[in-house]
């Protein structure tokens, strides 16, 4: 089992930048994949990013060039850097993690994560 503690929201303006990282509890981060997720009032919890355990990197297409996800296995922690924020990336972010083969197919569902943080929020004004 692995904990998840996010960290690194705030409130900033468009076009500014901000790097969320995610900390997890436990000895065996490196066999986990792990991926962003981010729920705005109202909507759905929709994917941001995700990273294989050997590094492979997958994006949304609203954030794709704009953020970055990466890891190291060193410190337990994935992180999340986000360049040129857009009023519309205000939301709770969420990192999740799972050791299922299955994530390979399904990196972008919330049911293929068996764990999650409990989120921290981002605010971007106009």
């Known amino acids: 089992q692995v904990q998840l503690v996010e960290s690194g929201g705030g409130l900033v303006q468009a076009g500014d930048s901000l790097r969320l990282s995610c900390a997890a509890s436990?000895?065996?981060?490196?066999?986990?994949?792990m991926g962003w997720f981010r729920q705005a009032p109202g909507k759905e919890r929709e994917f941001v990013a995700a990273?294989?355990?050997?590094?492979?990197?997958h994006y949304a297409d609203s954030v794709q060039g704009r953020f970055t996800i990466s890891r190291i296995n060193a410190e337990n922690t994935a992180y999340l850097q986000m360049n040129s924020l857009k009023p519309e990336d205000t939301a709770v972010y969420y990192c999740?993690?799972?050791?299922?083969?299955?994530?390979?197919?399904?990196?972008?569902?919330?049911?293929?994560?068996?764990?999650w943080g409990q989120g921290t929020q981002v605010t971007v004004s106009s």
């Open positions: 436990g000895r065996t981060f490196s066999s986990y994949a």
């Open positions: 990273i294989s355990r050997s590094g492979g990197a």
């Open positions: 999740a993690a799972t050791n299922s083969v299955r994530w390979t197919g399904l990196y972008e569902r919330v049911y293929a994560y068996d764990y």
